[in-house]
């Protein structure tokens, strides 16, 4: 299984970027997908997650309600759609795949498969 992250920049304080994780493999509909970011001098830290439907959908306290997570089983991609970003938003983001799992989770150690990551600066 291969992850594959785009979508980061550099946008203005307020601004928006949608993040699409592309992901090989024919079974991605059973994948539980996630996203996380890494911050300078921070440990990696959840952000979204949705389960093989995505009828289900877990956030961060920091990001729910700006943040929308979602996917496309027929294009194996998961998008996260980030708006009225801050500077605290700044961060690498990854994108993780919890191939045997049943329940979607928020722990890093549950993911099997990480991307390689897309860096987000929000300017102040």
């Known amino acids: 299984v291969q992850l594959q992250a785009s979508g980061g920049g550099l946008v203005p304080d307020g601004g928006s970027l949608r993040l699409s994780c592309a992901v090989s493999?024919?079974?991605?509909?059973?994948?539980?997908m996630g996203w996380f970011r890494q911050a300078p001098g921070k440990e990696r830290e959840f952000v979204a997650a949705?389960?093989?439907?995505?009828?289900?959908?877990y956030y961060a306290d920091s990001v729910r309600g700006r943040f929308t997570i979602s996917r496309d089983n027929a294009k194996n991609t998961v998008f996260l759609q980030m708006n009225s970003l801050t500077p605290e938003d700044t961060a690498v983001y990854y994108c993780?795949?919890?191939?045997?799992?049943?329940?979607?989770?928020?722990?890093?150690?549950?993911?099997?498969?990480w991307g390689q990551g897309t860096q987000v600066t929000v300017s102040s």
């Open positions: 993780a795949a919890d191939v045997t799992g049943l329940e979607v989770s928020r722990t890093s150690r549950d993911y099997d498969y």
């Open positions: 493999g024919r079974t991605f509909s059973s994948y539980l």
């Open positions: 949705i389960s093989w439907s995505g009828n289900s959908k």
